[in-house]
């Protein structure tokens, strides 16, 4: 295993495959498949130690967990000319930033 495993796991249900499926968000290429959830979760960190320490064996970059990732709350995102103007009246009527709803509705999203 990774000697300091601060990875970002996930565990669910395939039910095209009729079993749980472990998934790691920093390799997203990677899953495990196990009939239990805990066996999911100890296949996939497993799989990702093993991939890990593959790539530092061949001097590749090894990518860093999202957890010790430093956020600064900013990011820019493209829209349409037409999107743009629908969200600033929207906002407009709702009397709060377009900022603001544009956030707030991100949050809701996730």
Request: with cysteine.
């Given at each position: 295993m990774?000697?300091?495993?601060h990875y ?6 395939s ?8 998934l790691?968000?920093?390799f ?22 093993d ?10 970059k ?6 010790t ?16 103007r ?13 900022n ?11």
């Open positions: 990774l000697e300091h495993d970002t796991y996930r565990v669910t249900w039910e095209e495959d009729q079993e749980h499926v472990g790691c968000a920093e997203p290429s990677l899953s495990w498949l196990d009939s239990t959830p805990e066996g999911a979760l100890k296949g996939i960190r497993q799989v990702v130690a991939v890990a320490a593959d790539m530092a064996q061949n001097g590749e090894i990518p860093a967990p999202l957890a990732k430093k956020f600064s709350g900013k990011f820019q995102v493209r829209v349409t000319a037409d999107t743009h629908a969200l600033a009246i929207k906002a407009a009527e709702r009397n709060v930033s377009l603001r709803l544009v956030s707030e509705s991100l949050a809701a999203a996730c």
